[in-house]
């Protein structure tokens, strides 16, 4: 009598060791060393966040010249740096209330425009076949190495002089005043973001099911709706993600504003002021501190209300299935 060892196809192999290491890698990480260690972590990296809130609310005499853990042990609690930063009238003060508006309508379409345009473009890649579209997802990557330094003088020649070829002018100089340089700063982020955006987004929408895609066009759906009523759904985690990194990014940023928006009370964002307040105040420590926090408590809150998709988004497309 034989018997037969059933074999399994190098496939399903392929898949048993990959689901073993996951295993492995996953019991690593739920172990209580690593626990622990994650504990530390944050603890390290909360620790000061919480030295400057506590010093943002400590009398200016307290501040200047004990430490912050001393508030324990003597504890004094004061809201004057807070009105003095944030609607002071002095030109000491902050007066940060108009820089934190010019930094929400710079953030917002700044990171609403590149996930729009991210989308559309990460779809049409992944599921819409027409000739060199290999060639211009490589393309599209290919940008991501190309420094933002390197960006800025040609851009900002662009919106200054227009563009012109042979003696004819293709676009016009842009010519913006006050308020109207949000879109230079917008334009700038968009443009920025996009070649990473596309590629977050399209490594997430190519792992989609195929038999969902086919399953929807033999029902009739278009691409239009096939995007709107199931692919925008399953992008969630993805879009979040992408949206933290650019919302810190762009709200965090100094550069491109100066530049762009200029460093006037109606078109500059916090980071600008906050930068005054440090190079020609720096020893009003008090101010500094609630100013840096006004500045980050939107990130926090941002970030603390998206941090369920956060992970998701972070491996969307590095794994199959």
């Excluded at 010019?102 to 559309?120: G, K």
């Excluded at 060639?135 to 933002?148: G, K, S, T």
């Excluded at 997430?204 to 009523?229: C, Y």
Aim: charged letters at 10%; proline letters at 5%; one cysteine or more.
């Amino acid at each position: 009598m034989t018997t037969t060892t059933p074999t399994l196809p190098a496939g399903a192999q392929a898949t048993g060791k990959t689901s073993s290491t996951a295993g492995r890698v996953r019991k690593r990480l739920n172990s209580r060393t690593a626990t622990l260690v994650s504990i530390v972590i944050a603890l390290f990296w909360t620790i000061p966040t919480f030295g400057l809130f506590v010093s943002s609310f400590r009398p200016e005499d307290q501040i200047k010249t004990t430490g912050w853990w001393t508030f324990f042990t003597n504890p004094q609690f004061t809201l004057e740096n807070y009105q003095e930063v944030l609607f002071g009238r002095s030109s000491s003060s902050g007066q940060l209330a108009n820089y934190f508006i010019n930094s929400l309508a710079i953030t917002i379409p700044s990171v609403l425009f590149p996930i729009a345009f991210a989308s559309l473009a990460a779809y049409a890649l992944a599921w819409i076949n027409f000739r060199g579209r290999d060639w211009a997802y490589i393309a599209i990557f290919a940008l991501q190495i190309v420094p933002l330094q390197m960006a800025l003088v040609p851009l900002l020649r662009f919106f200054s002089t227009g563009v012109s070829l042979g003696g004819v002018t293709l676009m016009p100089a842009w010519d913006l005043v006050d308020e109207q340089k949000f879109v230079q700063v917008w334009f700038a982020h968009t443009c920025f973001a996009l070649p990473f955006a596309v590629f977050l987004l399209h490594n997430f929408i190519a792992q989609l099911p195929k038999d969902l895609m086919e399953a929807a066009r033999v029902d009739g759906a278009t691409h239009p709706k096939i995007f709107r009523t199931i692919v925008l759904p399953l992008i969630t985690p993805a879009l979040a993600a992408f949206g933290i990194f650019q919302f810190l990014w762009v709200w965090n940023d100094l550069l491109v504003a100066l530049i762009f928006a200029g460093g006037s009370s109606e078109t500059a964002p916090l980071t600008v002021r906050l930068a005054e307040m440090a190079g020609t105040r720096g020893n009003e420590w008090q101010r500094l501190t609630a100013g840096a926090f006004v500045s980050i408590v939107v990130p926090l809150i941002v970030f603390l209300s998206l941090q369920r998709y956060f992970v998701r988004g972070l491996l969307a497309g590095s794994v199959k299935g």
